[in-house]
């Protein structure tokens, strides 16, 4: 049975459970996500572009496997005014994890860690090898879902970053993500504070410009059982390992916009 927006946003914003598979039914936290985001970014870092993009985003949990990916896909229209006019046309973001309580069927939480993991994430621009900066990275990693006072479950990542196109390691990323409703309404709908931190350390001299860095994103979002609407506001700092310069910001603040269709 679907259950209903409010329920799942209450359940959310609540104290996290222990992930307890000790009764061998690893699929009783099972659920799933597809959602379209129309975007548009003003100000994107780096370089300072504006534009807009269509996104997939989905997710979930099925028995071991929890989920978290999107596939963006920019100037939709074609524009020759877009920023992203003859750029790669693509990106893709894919963060699988296995969680290690519901492989082994035991409880291993302690505290306010309530469930850890085998983490992995993979990012992909759609571009050849050939092409300048192509994305081509894959995380490897630890992770755990912590109750975070307020806050509720935070996803809590560190990786360590094997670029698969220079063939070697570089450097470890630490990754947070949230999602807190705070304000509900009579018909069900609500008012959520959601996003994440990305953040580098230990980037080698030859690859990247900057030894670490990173960006936060704060998403100010209105939801209902059909749709969404958004705002977010992202800090970035030498995001990618590249330096902040005059000729090529990678420091500073960005807007997003978005509208959101879910199935």
Not at 35 to 58: C, I, K, R, T, W
Not at 181 to 190: D, I, R
Not at 240 to 261: R, V
Request: some cysteine.
């Amino acid at each position: 049975m679907k259950k209903s927006l409010l329920s799942c946003a209450l359940l959310a914003s609540s104290s996290v459970m222990a992930a307890d598979y000790t009764d061998g039914d690893i699929h009783k936290n099972d659920f799933k996500f597809v959602q379209f985001n129309y975007m548009y970014a003003v100000n994107e870092l780096p370089g300072e572009s504006d534009h807009d993009y269509l996104e997939m985003e989905f997710g979930g949990r099925s028995g071991i496997f929890d989920l978290y990916g999107y596939v963006d896909v920019f100037n939709p229209s074609a524009s020759k005014d877009s920023d992203k006019y003859d750029s790669p046309k693509m990106f893709m973001k894919f963060a699988p994890r296995v969680s290690l309580d519901a492989l082994f069927q035991s409880d291993f939480s302690i505290g306010p860690v309530k469930e850890l993991y085998f983490a992995t994430l993979f990012n992909w621009d759609g571009s050849s090898n050939s092409t300048p900066y192509n994305v081509n990275n894959s995380f490897w990693g630890v992770g755990s879902d912590i109750d975070v006072a307020w806050l509720g479950k935070v996803g809590f990542n560190i990786y360590g970053l094997y670029d698969l196109n220079k063939r070697d390691w570089n450097g470890y990323q630490v990754s947070t993500n949230w999602f807190k409703p705070f304000y509900f309404f009579s018909n069900g709908s609500f008012f959520s504070y959601q996003g994440y931190i990305d953040y580098q350390v230990g980037m080698k001299s030859e690859y990247s410009t900057a030894s670490n860095g990173g960006a936060m994103f704060n998403g100010l979002y209105w939801h209902s059982d059909q749709f969404a609407l958004g705002y977010g506001l992202k800090l970035y700092k030498d995001v990618y390992g590249i330096e902040d310069t005059d000729a090529f910001k990678s420091t500073g603040i960005s807007h997003y916009f978005s509208a959101t269709y879910k199935f």
